[in-house]
């Protein structure tokens, strides 16, 4: 089993929905951050959060630590927010080192 | 505030070949990190440097893989010899704090063994 599992693996939706991506983890953790990765393109760092709700844009981030779980959610989603979506988990046994997701493929339709 | 600068954007090379990346991080960020990401997966770390010292190198295949952080700054990782299984994106990122991250990732280089 991963230690940080997101859901779904695929994501299709049409333009102007509501998306939530999800994230569980199973080591402890000092961070947990929201990636985003175009096709043959690098990642760009979305969030990082130790605890409660970060938003930005159209985008919100929020994190249960008791539960060790987090969800990403995109208001009004765009055909240019299609790309991969991952979560990774920073710390745990390794200070600073991320444990990655699968991450999430989002596409969105016009 | 320039970003992680990676070079090259892409190579292809032969197997059993050798090849170099590099990355110069963020100014100020102590802690820079290769990872490699195969097509399809998530992305493993290689190698965590603080400063020109390695923290975490477990799953770096020494037998074909080095990196070195000379002066704490920018840095070199090098595949001899290259296999088929090396083709990846190799992704440099640095932070400026190792306990709660303040990521930034460059572009990467994607490594294409023939």
């Known amino acids: 089993k991963n230690e940080v599992e997101q859901s779904p693996q695929n994501l299709t939706a049409q333009e102007g929905e509501f998306i939530t991506i999800n994230c569980s983890y199973s080591?402890?953790?000092?961070?947990l951050h929201w990636l985003q990765q175009h096709p043959g393109g690098g990642i760009v760092s979305l969030f990082m959060?130790?605890?409660g709700k970060k938003k930005h844009g159209r985008l919100i981030a929020t994190i249960n630590i008791q539960e060790k779980h987090s969800s990403l959610h995109i208001t009004a989603s765009h055909p240019r927010d299609s790309a991969v979506y991952i979560c990774a988990a920073a710390g745990g046994t390794s200070y600073g080192k991320l444990t990655f997701g699968q991450g999430t493929i989002l596409t969105v339709h016009p | 505030e320039a970003g992680v600068a990676q070079s090259p954007r892409y190579k292809i090379i032969e197997k059993r070949q050798s090849v170099a990346f590099w990355c110069n991080p963020i100014?100020?960020?102590?802690?820079l990190y290769w990872y490699q990401q195969i097509l399809g997966q998530g992305p493993k770390l290689l190698i965590q440097?603080?400063?020109?010292?390695?923290?975490?190198d477990s799953q770096l295949p020494k037998d074909r893989f080095s990196a070195e952080r000379l002066k704490g700054v920018d840095s070199t990782l090098k595949i001899q010899p290259a296999k088929l299984e090396d083709s990846a994106v190799y992704l440099c990122a640095s932070s400026f704090d190792t306990g709660t991250g303040g990521y930034t990732f460059g572009s990467g280089t994607r490594l294409t063994v023939v």
């Open positions: 440097f603080q400063n020109n010292g390695v923290v975490d």
């Open positions: 959060l130790s605890s």
């Open positions: 080591v402890g953790i000092s961070a």
């Open positions: 100014s100020g960020h102590a802690t």
